[in-house]
Every structure is written in C-alpha cells, then in structure tokens.
C-alpha cells in the first residue's frame, strides 16, 4: 500500500521560511516522478514544483527562486523548502507520487498517488 505523509506546516510570518517533508513507503521510491501540490479554498489545485527520477525538476512561474524542492533516497522522503513566503502561498500542500516519467507529466496532471496534506498559513 501507497502512504505518502506529510508534515512541516505551520504559521508563519511573510518572509518567513518552512520546510516541508513527506515521508513515501510502499512505493519504489526513487523510481517514481514526485511532486508537490498546493489547494487554497474557493481556488483550484496547483501544482507547485516536481522532481523525478534523475532529480530533474520543475517549478510554477509563482515560486521559482523561493521554493526547492529535493529528495533524501535513503530516507525516502521528499522535501519542500520554502523561502521568503507570502500570504498568498497559505494553502494545504499536498505530496503527491506518480509512475510516469517527468516528460510525461506536468504542474497540471493529477497525479497516481497524493498524501492528505499539511497546512501553511503565512500571515503577519
């Protein structure tokens, strides 16, 4: 069985910094395309930024230069590092996990496997 779970999130300041993690099992972890996804309420899912295989990645135009996102192999965890944040950013942010390689998928596809999410609030 899939698990993907999540945690890191919290209130924070803009301009503040979180990182977030997701812990994978069941799941051969580093053959997998992984991502993060984000869902404020009354706005439609986003895909926030995707890593594959080789460490390949891509970012929405919204957080490019402030988020990173890496994995731990060992670990099995995938990370998301969010710096100098805006209100903006607050959303439940969801780990998600698929088969297909990175070509194949985007910031828009849904993907195979999503965690129940962790929330971030950005807020002064």
Request: charged share 20%; aromatic share 10%.
């Amino acid at each position: 069985e899939v698990q993907l779970v999540e945690s890191g999130g919290g209130l924070v300041q803009p301009g503040g910094s979180l990182r977030l993690s997701c812990a994978a099992s069941g799941l051969p972890f580093s053959s997998f395309t992984m991502g993060w996804f984000r869902q404020a309420p009354g706005k439609e899912r986003e895909g926030v930024a995707l890593i594959d295989r080789e460490s390949s990645t891509t970012y929405a135009d919204s957080v490019k230069g402030r988020f990173t996102i890496s994995k731990d192999k060992a670990k099995n965890t995938l990370y998301l590092q969010m710096n100098s944040l805006k209100p903006e950013d607050t959303a439940m942010y969801y780990c998600a996990a698929d088969t297909r390689p990175l070509d194949w998928v985007g910031l828009k596809t849904e993907f195979a496997y999503r965690g129940q999410g962790t929330q971030v609030t950005v807020s002064s």
